[in-house]
């Protein structure tokens, strides 16, 4: 069976399940084989066992700190272990650096690159959806192999298979022209779940006004994600890492709820296949009510607390 490459961004001893859900695709497209991009943040540690421990037979180990130079040094190892297996496709995560660093492992492999996918057939022809998700279209890379980006939600995780991979530590080698990163600072840690990853999300629009307290309470009771509409982030309300749209993250939950956000096409952009969407807005005009499935005209301020205070007591029963 061919090897299905899996490219590892956030090493640890239990793989994330987006990471699993990688994993899983992988599975049932060949044999998976995982590339660990060890950093100094994120060193490869026991990651090696979780994802053979999840059926990764073989598992490549970068040798070098490719964190030092943002994504070349990632891409060129991404692309060294693609060739090592002699991969029949590459797979990363959806997110800004998994789209960045396929684009560069297109070019060091001449292969075509596929962002945005939600599934991928035997024959790697890879389903997306287009146009802010109005369209779901395939498509196939006919150069190379696919280098392809996927979203996370989309297939269900790999569960442990128990086996125990080959472990390869292989150097990159020469990355190209790069930044070097002269320093970091740590981002303060969150409890919620990460944004993109999140099984439920509770957005906020300008009509919290600038209290994001209601929205947190939701989330917080719900085990959710806290999103934000571009104007509650340009306002400062909450940092521009919550802004859900198509010039911020795109997220496909299972729940959206959306509270005072009017539903532009630039917000629709970012959750319409979320699939099950809750608006809350005090407009039973607001556009968002036509992509909701179930919609609350009323105050945030006062319908939130009194879902939130509802899901609790029903947790607690
Ligand atoms: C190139 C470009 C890219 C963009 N990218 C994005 C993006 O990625 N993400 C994004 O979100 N936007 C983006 N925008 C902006 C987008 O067009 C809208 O301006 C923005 O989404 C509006 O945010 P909002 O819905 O929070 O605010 P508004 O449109 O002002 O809507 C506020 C809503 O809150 C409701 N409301 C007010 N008070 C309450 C209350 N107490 N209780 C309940 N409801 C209440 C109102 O009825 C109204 O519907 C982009 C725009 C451009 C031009």
């Known amino acids: 069976m061919a090897n299905i490459l899996v490219y590892i961004d956030t090493p640890a001893a239990e793989p994330t399940k987006a990471q699993r859900e990688l994993l899983a695709l992988a599975a049932g497209l060949g044999t998976p084989v995982a590339a660990v991009a060890a950093t100094e943040a994120h060193p490869a540690g026991d990651a090696a066992a979780g994802l053979g421990a999840h059926g990764a037979a073989t598992v490549y180990i970068g040798t ?39 684009a560069r492992v297109g070019i060091k492999l001449s292969s075509g690159v596929i962002t945005d996918a939600i599934g991928i057939a035997p024959d790697l022809t890879v389903t997306k959806p287009v146009l802010a998700g109005s369209y779901t279209v395939t498509a196939r890379a006919v150069h190379g192999i696919p280098v392809v980006t996927v979203k996370p939600n989309s297939i269900d995780p790999a569960e442990p ?68 509409s571009r104007a509650a982030t ?16 795109t997220v496909s939950p299972q729940l959206y709820v959306s509270a005072g ?43 939130l607390p009194q879902a939130a205070a509802e899901i609790r007591r029903r947790r607690s029963e």
């Open 64 to 102: 070098d700190g490719a964190d030092e130079l943002l994504v070349a040094g990632k891409a060129a190892f991404v692309a060294a272990a693609a060739r090592a297996a002699d991969a029949a496709a590459v797979l990363l995560p959806n997110t800004g650096e998994g789209k960045e660093i396929a």
């Open 234 to 249: 340009d306002a400062g309300w909450i940092g521009h890492d919550a802004q859900v749209g198509q010039t911020g993250t």
């Open 261 to 303: 956000i009017s539903g532009a096409i630039q917000q629709k952009a970012g959750m319409q296949t979320s699939t099950v969407i809750v608006a809350v807005n005090k407009d039973e005009d607001a556009p968002v009510f036509e992509i909701a499935d179930f919609g609350i005209v009323g105050d945030l301020a006062t319908v």
């Open 161 to 228: 298979t128990g086996g125990a991979p080959e472990v390869v530590a292989l150097d990159a080698g020469e990355p190209g022209p790069a930044a070097r990163v002269t320093g970091t600072a740590a981002k303060p840690a969150s409890r919620r779940p990460a944004l993109q990853e999140a099984r439920i999300v509770v957005a906020g629009g300008r009509g919290v006004d600038g209290d994001f307290g209601p929205v947190e309470e939701l989330a917080d009771a719900l085990g959710a994600a806290v999103g934000a």
